[in-house]
Nanobody, 124 residues
Framework: QVQLVESGGGLVQAGGSLRLSCAAS????????MGWFRQAPGKEREFVAAISWSGGSTYYPDSVKGRFTISKNNAQNTVYLRMNSLKPEDTAVYYC?????????????????WGQGTQVTVSS
């Protein structure tokens, strides 16, 4: 079993920055990769970033590329999402996720474990 706990969400002004954290516990040795997703009001869940378990590979969609950075502290089993140049359209509930399968690509769905989510609100 794997448990994921997000933190770091909050209210920020447009153009500002936030860092989200995701602490993983349990049988994390079985994981292949971790990622971040978000869901805004009226929209479907959207992929934000992914990182291999070793931290050696990352992947981003065009919507956040160049602004968001995913990283990992292997010793602490913690994944971070640094968000810069935030826009109101980034407002969403952000979810940490982990996968232990190689279905499709290493960074893509499906993901097997999910956190509770943390709210990020960007004001204009």
């Amino acid at each position: 079993q794997v448990q994921l706990v997000e933190s770091g969400g909050g209210l920020v002004q447009a153009g500002g920055s936030l860092r989200l954290s995701c602490a993983a516990s349990g049988r994390t040795f079985s994981l292949h990769s971790m990622g971040w997703f978000r869901q805004a009001p009226g929209k479907e869940r959207e992929f934000v970033a992914a990182i291999s378990w070793s931290g050696g590979s990352t992947y981003y969609p065009d919507s956040v590329k160049g602004r968001f950075t995913i990283s990992k502290n292997n010793a602490q089993n913690t994944v971070y999402l640094r968000m810069n140049s935030l826009k109101p359209e980034d407002t969403a509930v952000y979810y940490c996720a982990a996968k232990n399968n190689y279905e499709a690509t290493w960074y893509g769905p499906p993901y097997d474990y999910w956190g509770q989510g943390t709210q990020v609100t960007v004001s204009s």
